[in-house]
Every structure is written in structure tokens, then in C-alpha cells.
């Protein structure tokens, strides 16, 4: 951008928790951003905005007010949307706890939790998009997913076209909450998809998150209510932060006088944001008959 003349660039995201500065020192682009002069913003100011589908958003003033936003994303699994990639990415245009008002308007339905993430894009359109693949994630991402080197780059100016090349490098294309939604809202063709640069490589070996394990048929399904997984706490690792009560759009997070976090299920939306937000990894997923032991 500096050698394209661009005067003011800014580097900016509104994590769950934290900061965008904290996040940038620890993950090394602070570092990049001071060598080129570049300031790192917080996503903290929300505005209102209405979606491309009639949505009623609060987005980053930050992001509305930037001429042209280049989306970078790391090609990584998630346990509730299986895989988080550009679409996903631009969650973080909403501020701060605002984005678990959205799992708890959107509940269970991963299908309308997807649409909604579809809309924001739309409403946001990145000039262009990058995942960044050099190291990716894999497992149960993105708090205890394992690093997996991809050595790879996708880029491109449609987010859903980006992202389907990704999910397709390790054969997630078919079940991906956030490419049907698009396929749905007709935002996305993959056969129309113009692939330039490298073949396309695939991972056989790409461990998907275990809340998209393989039914009897063999084939992925991450709809079904019989791989349905709750978090479970482990008190030995529990320090009683309350981060994960905080932020639980559900209510389903309580802490016992000895300080440790307890889930109740029956009010649990299985968002797994406590699990991405635990800064101990205290808490795991695991299916309801290993829950009631
Ligand atoms: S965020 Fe983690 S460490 Fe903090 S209370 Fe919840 S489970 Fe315990
Ligand atoms: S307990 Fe965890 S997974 Fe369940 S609703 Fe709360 S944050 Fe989401």
C-alpha cells in the first residue's frame, strides 16, 4: 500500500477479548506495523447500520469510515462454524461483547447464525480478501485447534469464492455453514470460480473440529443433533475469571462459591464462545451421555 502511494493505513480488529494493540503486540504485527508507520485502532466505536438483508447491525465506525478494507483472515477450524475464513473474519467489524447478542438472537441454528455473517460481509464488502494459510489451524480451532503448515495464500476480491477454495484444499466445501448460506442468498457459484496462480493442492490429512465428526455414512455432517457437544469445565484448571460468564450469550455460565465455572445445558446455545474465550483452556467440548457422568 505504501508503494501504492496510500497515505493513511491502519491496522485494526475488535477481538473478543482484549485489545486489537494486545493482540497485534503478542502476534508479532505490532512489530511490522512500526517498522512502517502503520497505527493499529480498535474497533470500539459502534454505529448503526442497516444490513444488506434488513439486519439492524452495530458496526465499527473505524470500518465504516475506511475508504477501502483489505480483509486478512488465517485459514483455521472453528467449532461452531467449522471453519472461520473471510466471512467469518468480519465479525470483528462488530464491537466487543456486542457480537454475542448475535449467537444469542441466532440460538442453535447455525444456518441463521451463518446468513446473518453472509449479511455482514455484504454490508461491509471488503475491497479484497486473504487467507493467510502459511500456517494454518486445524482441529478444534480456534482456541485449541493445532497448528498445520499449508504453506498457502488465497486471495481474492469475493469473499465466498475465497473461502470455498479454502474449504475445498481440505474437503470441507460440502458442509461449510457460511458457503451454504451464500450458495442460498445466490452469492456464490463455485462453478464459476476463475482459479489463477498454483493448482489447487489438497489435505487429505486436515483434521476437521470434532463438532464436525464423521456420521456412519462417513460423511461430515455438522447439523446433527446426535454429535452435538456441550462445554464441560476442568476445575483444575479453572481460576474463577469469570470471562466465559461474562461473555455466555445464554446465561449458562455460573461460578460456585469455590470459584470454578459451571455450565448449565439445558440453557446452553452450544456457541462455544466460552470455550474460544477461557484464556486457561479449562473448558472442552464433549457430548451430552459424557456430560451426565
Ligand atoms: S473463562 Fe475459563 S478460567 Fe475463566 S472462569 Fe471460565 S472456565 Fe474458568
Ligand atoms: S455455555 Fe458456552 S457454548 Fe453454551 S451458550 Fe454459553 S458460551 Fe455458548
Redesign the pocket.
Known amino acids: 500500500m505504501k508503494d501504492f502511494g496510500v497515505s493513511k493505513i491502519t491496522v485494526g480488529d475488535s477481538p473478543a477479548v482484549s485489545s486489537a494493540i494486545r493482540v497485534a503486540k503478542k502476534s508479532g504485527v505490532e512489530e511490522v506495523c512500526k517498522k512502517y508507520g502503520v497505527d493499529i485502532v480498535d474497533f470500539n466505536t459502534p454505529v448503526k447500520v442497516k444490513g444488506k438483508f434488513g439486519r439492524n447491525f452495530e458496526l465499527s465506525r473505524e470500518v465504516l469510515e475506511a475508504d477501502k478494507i483489505i480483509n486478512i483472515a488465517k485459514f483455521k477450524t472453528h467449532t461452531h462454524m467449522i471453519m472461520t475464513l473471510s466471512v467469518k473474519n468480519m465479525f470483528g467489524a462488530i464491537v466487543g461483547l456486542r457480537k454475542s447478542a448475535w ?1 444469542a438472537k441466532t440460538g442453535t441454528n447455525k444456518m441463521r447464525f451463518a446468513d446473518m455473517l453472509v449479511e455482514l460481509y455484504e454490508t461491509v464488502r471488503p475491497t479484497f480478501n486473504i487467507i493467510d494459510g502459511i500456517w494454518g489451524m486445524e482441529g478444534n480451532g480456534p482456541r485449541n485447534g493445532k497448528p498445520k503448515k499449508l504453506g498457502t495464500l488465497i486471495i481474492g476480491q469475493n469473499g465466498h469464492a475465497v473461502d470455498f477454495i479454502a474449504c475445498k484444499m481440505v474437503k470441507l466445501q460440502k458442509v461449510v455453514p457460511t458457503l451454504l448460506a451464500a450458495e442460498k442468498r445466490g452469492l456464490l457459484s463455485s462453478k464459476s470460480i476463475n482459479l489463477v496462480g498454483d493448482s489447487l493442492r489438497i489435505f487429505d490429512d486436515f483434521i476437521p473440529p470434532d463438532t464436525s465428526i464423521k456420521g456412519i455414512t462417513g460423511i461430515i455432517n455438522p447439523f446433527s443433533r446426535f454429535s452435538a457437544k ?2 464441560k469445565v476442568n476445575p483444575d484448571e479453572c481460576i474463577g475469571c469469570r470471562i ?1 460468564e461474562e ?4 446465561n ?2 455460573s461460578i460456585t462459591a469455590d470459584d470454578k465455572a459451571i ?1 448449565d ?1 439445558s ?9 474460544e474465550v477461557c484464556p486457561q483452556n479449562a ?1 472442552e467440548l464433549v457430548r451430552k451421555n459424557r456430560y451426565l457422568r
Open positions: 449467537h456441550f462445554p466465559c461473555h455466555c450469550p445464554a449458562a455460565i455450565v445445558i440453557k446452553c446455545i452450544r456457541c462455544y464462545v466460552c470455550q473448558i
